[in-house]
Each structure stands twice: as structure tokens, then as C-alpha cells.
């Protein structure tokens, strides 16, 4: 089983750019699909983004043009460069490997 230790989050003005990490105990090269997620208050955990092994990725629409996923399976590390911060990402963001999911990471916006 792989352990996922996210880091990166914080507080950050509307406008601004915030980079997440999320470091494996193991390899990731033989996860095929991995994604970040974030979960709201009140609200159900979102798919945010994904990325496979390849390369290739997807986003939700409220963050296209704005967050880019990507990683380095030599780090063992899938990364999250988020630029144009709204209030709306406020969030926990979650690192996913299946099965194996991170911790989490608070992403405040706000003024």
C-alpha cells in the first residue's frame, strides 16, 4: 500500500496561485490514473483533476485555464499548480492513487 502526504495548502488572496504536492512512500509509476479531489464544507468531495501515466489530463470546468496537474514519476510525486485563486476553491484538496487516498490539504481563498 502507498502512503500519500499532501503539502502546499494555505491562505491565499483572490488572484493568487498556490503549487500542492502530494509525495508517495512507493513507486507511482505503475499507477496508470492518479487525480486530486477537494471536498467543501457541506458539500461532496469533487473530482478536480486527472492525469495518466502518459501524460494526459482533465479537469473540471470551474478550474480549466486556471489549475494544471502533473507529475514526476522519477519524485514519485503528483503536483497541482493552481493560479487565479477564487473563494470557491476553498477546499481540502486530496491527493488519489487508487485505492490509496492522502490525508489532505487546507486551500483557503480569501481576502
Known amino acids: 500500500q502507498v502512503q500519500l502526504v499532501e503539502s502546499g495548502g494555505g491562505l491565499v488572496q483572490p488572484g493568487g496561485s498556490l503549487r500542492l504536492s502530494c509525495a508517495a512512500s512507493g513507486s507511482i509509476f505503475s499507477f496508470y490514473t492518479m487525480a486530486w479531489y477537494r471536498q467543501a464544507p457541506g458539500k461532496q468531495r469533487e473530482l478536480v483533476a486527472t492525469?495518466?501515466?502518459?501524460?494526459?489530463?482533465n479537469y473540471v470546468d470551474s478550474v480549466k485555464g486556471r489549475f494544471t496537474i502533473s507529475r514526476d514519476n522519477a519524485k514519485n510525486t503528483l503536483y497541482l499548480q493552481m493560479n487565479s485563486l477564487k473563494p470557491e476553491d476553498t477546499a481540502v484538496y486530496y491527493c488519489?492513487?487508487?485505492?490509496?487516498w492522502g490525508q489532505g490539504t487546507q486551500v483557503t481563498v480569501s481576502t
Open positions: 488519489y492513487a487508487p485505492p490509496n
Open positions: 492525469i495518466t501515466h502518459g501524460g494526459s489530463t
